[in-house]
C-alpha cells in the first residue's frame, strides 16, 4: 500500500466545513454562447398568429391565445404563440418554419422563480428582460423550411396575347398544381378573409392528395362558381395567406381552377352531393349572374323549384358581359352554369323584370323571390360634353365584345377610370389593335382595379396618364362627330385632412388635350331599380335594398317575402361576394320556407 | 337681396331652405320608381331640419352655427352645371343636383358676406357659407363613396 492511500480519506475533511459551490455562487453569470437557443422573443407586429410554430412543435409547447390588444382582421387570427417551457426542448423548429419570420430565439437561459407555473409566456406581448436581444438564435438568412416562392403559372407572352382572344392564363400541371399545393401551411387565416369562407386549406389538401373529387365537393359547399372564380376571383384569400407574410403567397384561385378543370362536367354529379327530394315550394330570382345563381344552386339542393329571370339572352351576368373571355372563357364560365342547370333549375333568358312581367306577378306566383340584378347602369363623366357620340360606356362596350359586335373603337382611345371595368375594356380596346390611354384622376398606388389587372394593362401596352381631372369633352376639329377632345387637367395629390386620403387637386394652368376616336367612361356603374315599386313593399335606401343578415329585404303581406343580395346589396362588388350573398340568402329562404323563421 | 338686418338675413336662409325642400319635392313628384322617391324624401327631410334650425335661431335671435367651412373637394366645380332631373333619374343625377344646390347657396352666402357692412350681419352670413359647405361636402362624399368610385 501506499502512504497516499492512507493520507486521501482525511484529505476529504478539509471540505467538510466548506459551503458547496452552487450554494456560495448560485447564479454565476455564465452567457450562452452567441447563437444559443434561449428563451424566445417574438416581433407581436409582423407575427400575423398562423400558428404554423404551434402545428409543428413536437412537445405541443405552443399554444396560440388571444392577446391584449390584438384584434383578428384580414391576414391576421389576433392570436400569439405561447411557449410552455415546461415542455419546449429548444430546438428551433418554431424559429424555422415562422412564415413571417417574427420568432426567434435570444440567447438567455436562465430564469428562477419559485412558481413553477410562470414559465409560461407569450414573446413580444408579456414584457420579458430578453426582450429585443442581440444575441442568440436567428433563422439564417436564406435558411427555408418552406418555400417562398410561387409555382410560376405559365401564361401567353404579352406581345401574343394582345393579338387575340385567347386565354392568358394557362392553367397548372399536376406537378405544378402539387409542388404549389405543398407551400400551404394549413392554417386557415385565408377562410376568414374569404367572403364565401370556403374551405381553403381543406382544398388544397385534396390538390396535395390527389383526390379532385374530394376538392370539388369541397369547393361546391360554397362556392358552385369555381371555374370562374378559379380564373376571375379577386382572390382576398391570397392577401390574408400566412405564408405571403415572408414570400409570395400561395396561388389559392390558381388551385382552385386546377380542382375545377380535372374533372369533367359529365363526371361532376359522381363527385357532388345530391339535392333533397322536392319540398313543392317555388322560387323566383331575379338575374342569373353569379349572385342569382348561387342562390339558385343552394335553393335546388334543398329541393326548391327555382326560375331564375334573366334580362339577357345568355346567363351569367357581369361574368360573362363584363369580364374578357381573355380572362374568363365562355366554356369554362358554360360549365359552371350547365352544371346547375342540370339540377333542375330554370333559366328564363330575355325576360326583362319591369317590363315583360311585374315583381308583384313573381310575389304572387312563387314562395319567395331574390333579386340580384347587379349594377347595370353606368355612371356619366358628368363634365360638359360628356354626351358627344365618341363617350362610351365600359360596361355596354365590354358586353358588345360579349355579343361579337363590331366595337368600332377607332385607332386611339381613351379609357377614363381606375378600376376593373376600365382595366378589362382598355385590354379589349388594345386586342382590337388601338393604343391606348387610361386616364385615372388619383394615382396607380390609389386604384381600385386588381393591381394584376393594372401592371397586365400596362404590359400590353396601355399608357396609364395618373393625376389627370376629366374637365371636359370636345368635337374634335375636322371631324364631325367621329373623334372627340378629352380635356383634362393635371393634379397634385394634396393631404387636405389628417387620416383621410389624399384628394387630386388640380395644377392651375396645367390643361391638357388629346384627341381620341374613342373615349370609353368607366367611374362607377349603380343598379337599375326601376323594376321595384312602392307597393312591392321592398324598403330601398340611397338606391340599395335594405336586407337583414340574410339578405330579406320584405315579408310584408301581399305577396311572397323579397330577398336581395349581390353588387345590388354589398360594398365589396366582386364575384364571390355576391356567390357568398346567394348563399346566405338561400340559407334565409330555406328556414323560411321550412316555417323556421329567416 | 335686401338683407341689411339679421332678421332679413336668416329670413332670406330661410326662404333657401325652404326652396331646397320644395327642390326636392318637386324632384319626388317627377320620380317613377321607389328608389329615387325614397332618396328624395330623406334629402328632403334634411332639408326640412335646416328650416326648422334656422326658425329656431330666428326666434332665439342668435345664430347657433359652427365657423368651420368643411374642405372643398373641388368636385362640385367640375361638375356639368346642367342639371336634368327627370323621371328615369339615377342616383348620379340626384346627388349632382343637390351638390350644385348646396354650391349655389353657398355662393350666394358667400356674396352677402362680401357686400355686408355690419360686422355681425357678415358674420351671419360667413357662418351661413360655412353651414352649406359642409351640406355639399356631405353630398360630396356620398358621391365619392357611391359614384365615382372607379375614378
Known amino acids: 500500500m501506499d502512504i497516499k492511500d492512507f493520507i486521501a480519506p482525511f484529505a476529504v475533511w478539509k471540505r467538510a466545513f466548506e459551503k458547496p459551490f452552487t450554494v456560495k455562487k448560485p447564479i454565476d453569470e455564465r452567457p450562452g454562447a452567441p447563437r444559443y437557443r434561449g428563451f424566445h422573443m417574438n416581433d407581436a407586429d409582423a407575427c400575423v398568429g ?96 418552406l418555400d417562398e416562392d410561387r409555382v410560376p403559372m405559365p401564361e401567353l407572352g404579352h406581345a401574343e396575347a394582345v393579338a387575340s382572344f385567347l386565354e392568358l392564363v394557362r392553367g397548372y400541371s399536376r406537378a405544378q398544381a402539387e409542388k404549389e399545393a405543398d407551400r400551404c401551411v394549413s392554417c386557415g387565416l385565408c377562410i376568414a378573409s374569404c367572403p364565401a369562407h370556403m374551405d381553403i386549406p381543406g382544398y388544397i389538401k385534396a390538390v396535395r392528395d390527389g383526390d379532385m373529387d374530394e376538392g370539388l365537393r369541397l369547393l361546391y359547399e360554397t362556392n358552385p362558381f369555381p371555374e370562374a372564380c378559379g380564373r376571375v376571383c379577386t382572390h382576398r384569400c391570397e392577401e390574408a395567406c400566412s405564408i405571403g407574410s415572408g414570400g409570395d403567397p400561395v396561388a389559392i384561385r390558381w388551385l382552385k381552377r386546377y380542382i375545377a378543370d380535372q374533372v369533367e362536367l359529365s363526371d361532376y354529379a359522381k363527385a357532388l352531393p345530391r339535392g333533397a327530394a322536392p319540398s313543392g315550394k317555388k322560387v323566383a330570382i331575379v338575374g342569373a349572374g353569379p349572385g342569382g345563381l348561387s342562390a339558385a344552386y343552394y335553393l335546388s339542393m334543398q329541393g326548391h323549384a327555382v326560375t331564375v329571370f334573366e334580362a339577357e339572352e345568355a346567363a351569367g351576368g357581369m361574368l360573362r358581359y363584363g369580364i374578357p373571355e381573355y380572362r374568363l372563357p365562355y366554356p369554362a364560365l358554360d360549365k359552371d352554369i350547365g352544371y346547375i342547370e342540370s339540377l333542375g333549375v330554370s333559366i328564363s333568358r330575355g325576360v326583362s323584370i319591369g317590363k315583360d312581367i311585374e315583381l308583384s306577378k313573381l310575389r304572387t306566383d312563387f314562395d319567395a323571390v331574390y333579386l340580384s340584378t347587379g349594377l347595370p347602369v353606368a355612371y356619366g363623366l358628368e363634365v360638359p360634353g360628356e354626351d358627344h357620340p365618341r363617350v362610351l360606356d365600359g360596361v355596354a362596350v365590354l358586353a358588345r365584345a360579349t355579343r361579337g359586335e363590331e366595337l368600332g373603337l377607332g385607332g386611339r ?53 395618373e393625376k389627370a381631372i376629366p374637365l371636359e369633352v370636345r368635337d374634335a376639329p375636322d371631324a364631325a362627330g367621329e373623334a372627340a377632345l378629352f380635356i383634362w387637367n393635371e393634379a397634385t395629390m394634396v393631404q387636405k385632412e389628417p387620416g383621410k386620403r389624399p384628394v387630386p387637386e388640380p395644377i392651375p394652368g396645367a390643361v391638357r388635350e388629346g384627341r381620341y376616336d374613342s373615349i370609353i367612361a368607366a367611374i362607377g356603374q349603380g343598379p337599375d331599380l326601376s323594376f321595384i315599386a312602392e307597393s312591392d313593399g321592398v324598403p330601398v335606401k340611397r338606391f340599395r335594398p335594405v336586407v337583414d343578415s340574410f339578405g330579406m329585404a320584405t315579408r310584408a303581406a301581399g305577396g311572397a317575402p323579397v330577398f336581395a343580395g349581390g353588387d345590388l346589396v354589398n360594398d365589396r362588388k366582386d364575384a364571390i361576394s355576391a356567390i357568398a350573398d346567394g348563399h346566405r340568402a338561400a340559407i334565409g329562404i330555406d328556414r323560411l320556407l321550412y316555417g323556421k323563421g329567416a | 337681396m335686401d338683407a341689411t338686418t339679421f332678421a332679413a338675413a336668416l329670413d332670406l336662409a330661410l326662404g333657401r331652405e325652404k326652396a331646397a325642400v320644395a327642390f326636392y319635392r318637386e324632384l319626388s313628384a317627377m320620380a317613377s320608381f321607389a328608389a329615387q322617391k325614397s332618396t328624395l324624401a330623406e334629402f328632403m327631410a334634411m332639408e326640412e331640419g335646416h328650416v326648422a334650425m334656422i326658425s329656431g335661431m330666428k326666434a332665439k335671435g342668435s345664430v347657433a352655427l359652427s365657423p368651420t367651412v368643411a374642405v372643398d373637394l373641388g368636385l362640385a366645380a367640375r361638375m356639368d352645371a346642367e342639371e336634368r332631373p327627370t323621371a328615369g333619374m339615377t342616383f348620379q343625377d340626384i346627388l349632382v343636383a343637390a351638390i350644385k344646390k348646396e354650391e349655389r347657396s353657398g355662393v350666394l352666402y358667400e356674396r352677402l358676406a362680401e357686400a355686408a357692412s355690419q360686422p355681425g350681419l357678415k358674420s351671419v352670413f360667413e357662418r351661413l357659407v360655412a353651414e352649406e359647405s359642409r351640406h355639399k361636402r356631405y353630398f360630396e362624399d356620398l358621391y365619392e363613396s357611391e359614384i365615382s368610385k372607379d375614378n
Open chain 1, 413 to 465: 382611345v381613351a379609357v377614363i377610370g381606375g378600376g376593373n371595368v376600365a382595366m378589362d375594356a382598355a385590354r379589349t380596346a388594345l386586342r382590337h389593335g388601338a393604343t391606348v390611354d387610361i386616364l385615372y384622376r388619383r394615382r396607380e398606388e390609389d386604384m381600385p382595379a386588381d393591381a394584376d389587372e393594372v401592371r397586365e394593362a400596362k404590359a400590353e401596352g396601355a399608357r396609364l396618364v
Open chain 1, 50 to 145: 398562423c400558428g404554423t410554430c404551434e402545428a409543428i412543435c413536437m412537445n405541443n409547447a405552443i399554444d396560440l391565445v388571444p392577446a391584449a390588444g390584438r384584434e383578428a382582421k384580414d391576414g391576421d387570427s389576433g392570436l400569439r404563440p405561447r411557449i410552455d417551457y415546461g415542455r419546449c426542448c429548444w430546438c428551433a423548429l418554431c424559429v424555422d418554419i415562422c412564415p413571417s419570420g417574427s420568432l426567434s430565439m435570444s440567447n438567455e437561459y436562465v430564469w428562477i422563480d419559485r412558481d413553477p407555473d410562470v414559465f409560461r409566456y407569450v414573446p413580444g406581448v408579456e414584457a420579458k428582460p430578453w426582450d429585443g436581444s442581440a444575441l442568440g438564435y436567428r433563422r439564417a438568412e436564406g435558411y427555408r423550411l
